[in-house]
């Protein structure tokens, strides 16, 4: 993606235009608040695993908890978003969210097809 093409920090679509951004809402659609980081961590890893014969090890998860800690809350929280509390390292708040289209089962995995049926994706709810 060049520079032209990029969506601008500013626009809406930017703060949800991230797979994991996403990823995160769609845990959240389905949450009450408050919810822990390693609890949202653990959720969206396991979503991301759907499909896939490999699991997440310890650092991967650890480093997916930083990068949500550090950048993907953050960024959702200057949106307005969530409220997230970076001390207690915790969502503590969102509006309530609508069932999110998420298409991580869809990601292509080692063994998995790399044009998924679009009947198989799945609505998180």
């Known amino acids: 993606m060049d520079a032209a093409q990029r969506v601008p920090e500013r626009s809406p679509v930017y703060h949800t235009d991230n797979p994991r951004r996403r990823d995160i809402l769609a ?15 653990e959720e969206v890893a396991d979503l991301s695993q759907v499909g896939r014969r490999a699991n997440y090890s310890v650092e991967d998860r650890r480093a997916l908890e930083i990068a949500f800690h550090h950048l993907h ?34 990601r292509p995995g080692p063994d998995s ?6 009947d198989e994706l799945s609505v998180v709810d």
């Open 27 to 41: 845990v959240l659609s389905r949450e009450e608040p408050p919810l822990p980081l390693d609890e949202l961590t």
């Open 73 to 106: 809350l953050p960024v959702l929280e200057n949106a307005g978003i969530v409220e997230y509390d970076p001390v207690e390292k915790e969502v503590v708040a969102w509006p309530p969210l609508e069932p999110v289209w998420t298409v991580s089962e869809a």
């Open 113 to 118: 097809d790399p044009d998924p049926d679009p």
